[in-house]
T-cell receptor, first 118, second 112 residues
Framework: DAMVIQNPRYQVTQFGKPVTLSCSQTLNHNVMYWYQQKSSQAPKLLFHYYDKDFNNEADTPDNFQSRRPNTSFCFLDIRSPGLGDAAMYLC?????????????????FGPGTRLTVT | GDSVTQMEGPVTLSEEAFLTINCTYTATGYPSLFWYVQYPGEGLQLLLKATKADDKGSNKGFEATYRKETTSFHLEKGSVQVSDSAVYFCALRAGSNYKLTFGKGTLLTVNP
């Protein structure tokens, strides 16, 4: 089945040690997103890629970076994780058909990676 | 800025009970509104959506109506099943923005 895959499902890292979370998709969608969901809070968009164009949300900390080497893969890099970065990280994809009116296609989510910072 | 407020959980119901999960929003312009569901161990899945006032989204027995006058998009189901146990998220997307703005989620548990 076509899907959004996130690896690993659980990640433990040390305070200040760089960590990378992975997302891959078999849907061939041109838009990919990273959301952060802290405990008992709403998922919050960090950034998204429209094809190769990176779009950062204004309040996303500089500590968070992303790479999209090709259509299928997208990575979330946390350069120096702090205790406050412990969260569930959700990857999503959508297909934007272009034209007026903005994005109309639904977002498909992966199962998430739960990050623990010790 | 845009925001979504949904009722605090958890909600616990018996099978075949009526479900309402309240959702209200604040947004500029005319947002599209969504309900997503997250089953245990899985990603968020789109349950239903509405893109303009008075639209009714429906899927799997769930319904929600876009009420512009009350800025609400309440989720309802007439008879819940054990398999409906999940976390439900209300969300909006404003205009041409790619971002989904989510509520905090409501955990629903349905007991046999």
């Amino acid at each position: 089945d076509a899907m959004v895959i996130q690896n690993p499902r659980y990640q433990v890292t040390q305070f200040g040690k760089p960590v990378t979370l992975s997302c891959s998709q078999t849907l061939n969608h041109n838009v990919m997103y990273w959301y952060q969901q802290k405990s008992s809070q709403a998922p919050k968009l960090l950034f998204h890629y429209y094809d190769k164009d990176f779009n950062n949300e204004a309040d996303t900390p500089d500590n968070f970076q992303s790479r999209r080497p090709n259509t299928s893969f997208c990575f979330l890099d946390i350069r120096s994780p702090g205790l406050g970065d412990a969260a569930m990280y959700l990857c999503a994809t959508s297909r934007d058909l272009g034209g007026s009116g903005g994005p109309r296609e639904k977002q498909y989510f992966g199962p998430g990676t739960r990050l623990t910072v010790t | 800025g845009d925001s979504v407020t949904q009722m605090e959980g958890p909600v616990t119901l018996s099978e075949e009970a009526f479900l309402t999960i309240n959702c209200t929003y604040t947004a500029t312009g005319y947002p599209s509104l969504f309900w997503y569901v997250q089953y245990p161990g899985e990603g968020l899945q789109l349950l239903l959506k509405a893109t303009k006032a008075d639209d009714k989204g429906s899927n799997k027995g769930f319904e929600a109506t876009y009420r512009k006058e009350t800025t609400s998009f309440h989720l309802e189901k007439g008879s819940v099943q054990v398999s409906d146990s999940a976390v439900y998220f209300c969300a909006l997307r404003a205009g041409s923005n790619y971002k989904l703005t989510f509520g905090k989620g409501t955990l629903l548990t349905v007991n046999p």
